[in-house]
């Protein structure tokens, strides 16, 4: 270990010039380095005295170095092949691509001369020198040394795979140096999507070759590109830990892994879909174990959340929560469930599929296949003396009539449906057969809801409402929010994470009445506003002026009023 590393670095004197730290705030660093006997840079994301993504804009800006994403551009093999995994971690080192005497590498701190001596003696080569952030190098290395590495080797022994990728998954952010090439591919590819944090994973045949995608925070981002001789031996690794039938492939087959990976137990629900050049899969990952989360946390303001709980608190009565698929419905599910958790309830769920599990409640997984429906469940549910009923989807009139007899019969009911909005949701049900006058005295809330990306703390940047988008928004001209910018931690799209905005309609004496005569959707909606339910652009846009959210997250995910 270098004594320049305990001094006061060039690294140092950039990050005080650029004022990404104080002198304080350096000193405690200084400090903290020398006693966990990590690099300065490292110590000072650990600490929370600078983002990484701060720390390589200010080394690109004073040295004249390009600032990379790994978004934009891929290492070659050849460079992958020049450093081993191993270095490139330690020495916290990306290669890029070879050329002549030279090697193009990503570094965290190009200011490291011991780091790029020891390129030079790895290598035999002159390394060229870009920045990136520390996280951006972390992320690549798993998406290129250990998929592009697993995809390569497995590539090779394809044929040979099927037989020995019979063992199950375990952890799989430690895959075993021994375990077959194909086994170590799908390991790396769940490993890389639960770092991610990625809520889906794409796996597409072509004729060209395999595309792997992520979904990450709602929007589909690139991941590795895989031969497509491999792909029959991949899909049938995964078709195995799923225990689905690996000889059956013109049916779609759907099936269940459990593994562990970034420390969190994750439950992979797998779904296969026959194409004409190979099987699709999409892999939806769901974390398990953490509990469910408040409503607070997701995104609901107090107002809105003192409105479900008043109306999870009524005796009985149906509260239906609304809106597209991924929009968020079962997890606002699961809060209000873990909210109504007492052992002096009887609470049983149907689900289909039963996403987080709950301990203290009885939940039920449909099978259609065996003739399990909603339907039937609800049917068997209402002769075990529930409280509190969870359905899971009110997909038909069977489940709708079921429901709304249960809500009448002394039971709380909460169901999701599939409306643009709350108001919408009554004519969907009496298109479903639901006599008006049954709705009106069953019915309790409707809450529609959406999500929307939330903007990066790291790299937002302050905007001004320009007239043009006042008028396309309804936002105040002149006013000041926030626009995405993009940054490594945020994979350069701008956003991070995701939150709620919603619109809830408690069902009033005036609402109730409305409903038992009939009364169009827009006739409940100027009720409903009337007596203050605030609507989906309207909570966005309260998020957009907060910094929550952009201008344009709104625009693309509510309608205009």
Do not use: W
């Not at 013109?250 to 994750?266: E, L, T, V, W, Y």
């Not at 408690?506 to 409903?528: D, K, T």
Request: net charge negative; proline share 5%; glycine share 8%.
């Amino acid at each position: 270990m270098s004594r320049r590393q305990f001094g006061v670095s060039p690294l140092a004197d950039i990050l005080l010039d650029c004022g990404v730290l104080s002198r304080e705030e350096l000193d405690a660093a200084l400090a903290e380095q020398k006693r966990a006997g990590l690099r300065l840079d490292e110590t000072l994301v650990r600490g929370g005295y600078a983002t990484d993504n701060r720390i390589a804009a200010a080394l690109s800006s004073r040295l004249g170095l390009p600032l990379l994403s790994f978004d934009e551009i891929h290492p070659t093999e050849e460079a992958l092949a020049l450093i081993p995994e191993s270095a490139a971690a330690r020495l916290c080192v990306m290669p890029l691509a070879a050329a002549g005497g030279k090697i193009f590498v990503a570094m965290a701190d190009p200011l490291d001369i011991e780091a790029a001596d020891e390129i030079r003696l790895i290598t035999g080569r002159e390394p060229e020198m870009s920045v990136a952030a520390r996280g951006d190098l972390e992320r690549a290395a798993v998406a290129y040394y250990r998929v592009k590495g697993s995809a390569s080797e497995a590539a090779g022994s394809a044929p040979h795979e099927i037989t020995a990728a019979r063992e199950r998954s375990g952890d799989v952010s430690e895959a075993e140096a021994g375990a077959a090439p194909v086994v170590r591919l799908v390991n790396s590819l769940l490993d890389q999507a639960a770092r991610e944090r990625a809520s889906d994973i794409h796996i597409e045949p072509s004729d060209e070759g395999t595309r792997v995608r992520f979904r990450i925070d709602g929007r589909l981002v690139r991941g590795a590109e895989i031969s497509a001789a491999l792909h029959p031996a991949l899909a049938a690794r995964i078709k195995i830990l799923a225990g689905m039938d690996i000889s059956e492939k013109r049916r779609p087959q759907d099936g269940r892994i459990f593994i562990k990976a970034s420390g969190a137990d994750i439950d992979i629900r797998v779904s296969s879909l026959p194409s004409i050049f190979g099987e699709k899969l999409v892999l939806r990952l769901l974390r398990q174990g953490g509990g469910a989360a408040s409503l607070e946390s997701l995104g609901f303001d107090a107002k809105q959340r003192e409105l479900l709980q008043k109306a999870i608190n009524a005796p009985n009565g149906i509260v239906l929560l609304t809106g597209p698929t991924g929009s968020g419905k079962s997890t606002t599910l699961y809060s209000l469930l873990n909210m109504l958790n007492d052992p002096s309830k009887n609470i049983i769920t149907i689900e289909d599929p039963v996403e987080y599990t709950i301990n203290g409640i009885t939940q039920v997984q449909i099978n259609e296949k065996i003739g399990l429906t909603f339907g039937g469940a609800l049917r068997s549910i209402l002769r075990q003396d529930p409280d509190i009923i969870m359905v899971g989807e009110i997909r038909d009139a069977e489940t709708a009539h079921l429901a709304v007899r249960a809500a009448l019969t002394g039971h709380l009911v909460l169901s999701t449906l599939h409306t643009n909005d709350a108001p919408s949701s009554v004519g969907r049900l009496a298109d479903m057969g639901v006599p008006p006058f049954l709705l009106a005295s069953s019915l309790r809330a409707v809450a529609a809801q959406r999500l929307v990306r939330r903007l990066c703390p790291s790299c937002r940047a302050r905007a001004e409402v320009a007239a043009e988008l006042a008028a396309a928004s309804g936002l105040p001209q002149g006013a000041e929010i926030f626009a995405p910018s993009g940054c490594a931690e945020c994979r350069s799209t701008g956003y991070s994470g995701r939150t709620v905005v919603a619109e809830i309609m408690p069902v009033s004496a005036q609402i109730a009445e409305m409903i038992y005569r009939n009364a169009p959707a827009g006739e409940l909606r100027s009720e409903a506003r009337r007596l203050g339910m605030e609507t989906l652009r309207e909570a966005a846009a309260k998020k957009v002026l907060s910094g929550e959210t952009s201008a344009e997250e709104m625009l693309f995910t509510t309608l205009a009023e």
